[in-house]
């Protein structure tokens, strides 16, 4: 078989399946792409000149091994191979983090516009980092500014500092354990930015299997999936410079966000490449004294 026969047959095999495609790609071909290519050793670019090349019987048996963990288990692909890319950037995952999904992405590559004017950012706070791709994503597109990424997980934070000195950015990113604010004391950002849990307690039973292989304590947020929500709309506003902005992704709970803070005036952000349930607020919208 040729690579692409590979991939085209792995595709099938998603499909007859009924897999769910919610860790970094949207469908078979481009899940089974990323498959065959680590199960044989090649690298993304210039995949496509190789897509002719025949592929021995130990290299299909590798693949094959690879489709089978991922339809019988229902392992995401990003933990079989091991790497993700959000905004661009590569990044190295496992379970102890979710795998990065978010379209906070393609606001990070528009440097937040136009909602602040990016050469004027110096300070940013990613809380809830996980693997780190928020706060790579926006030191990179960010230059002059510096990232705190906190985490209340040790093990994701560990991960998060494989990639920050992957991408040789220690210097800029710093890494803190903290639920939340706490270890942060009195610093102020020009922006927050946050991809908290959200998920309640019903939304959690009903997931698909390939999210029971995500660490639960980045997913779940109490019974309405509001828990960590409150905690960043309470506190944030002392943690803003003025001007600065908060931009959190509730995901599906959108609503419920909506129907238990009737009074904050959200933005919600639409994304060209898809995905919502993303607020923005400004420093001066928050509430002086959080519910």
Partial sequence: MTVAQLIEAGARRLRR????????????????????????????????????????GAAQARVRALFERRIVERIPAAYL?????????????????????????????????PWI????????????????CIAIACALALPQARIDAVDISAPALEV????????????????LRSD?????????????VSNPPYVGAAELRSLPAEYRHEPRVA??????????????LRQARRHLRPGGLLVVEVGNTERAV??????????????????GGVFLLRRE??????R
């Fill in 219 to 232: 997913l779940a947020s109490g019974r309405h999936g509001l828990d960590s929500v409150r905690v960043i």
């Fill in 160 to 175: 998060a500092r494989t990639n920050v000195r992957r991408h040789r950015l220690t210097r800029r990113v710093r890494l």
């Fill in 285 to 290: 919208q928050l509430p002086a004294r959080g």
């Fill in 117 to 132: 004017d990016a050469a004027k950012v110096r300070r940013v706070l990613d809380v809830g980092t996980g693997s780190g």
């Fill in 258 to 275: 909506q129907r238990a803070f009737p009074r904050l005036p959200f933005v919600w952000l639409q994304f060209a490449r898809g995905g």
């Fill in 17 to 56: 399946a009924r897999v769910c495609f919610g860790h970094g790609t949207d469908n078979a071909r481009d899940e089974a792409a990323a498959l065959v290519l680590h199960g044989l050793g090649l690298a993304h670019a210039g995949a496509a000149a190789r897509s002719r090349r025949r592929v021995g």
């Fill in 180 to 192: 939340h604010f706490r270890a942060l004391g009195p610093a102020a950002y020009d922006i927050i």
């Fill in 81 to 113: 191979t091991g790497v993700t890319w959000f905004a661009g950037v590569p990044l190295a995952v496992d379970a102890r983090v979710l795998v990065p999904r978010s379209p906070l992405a393609e606001l990070i590559e528009r440097r937040f516009a």
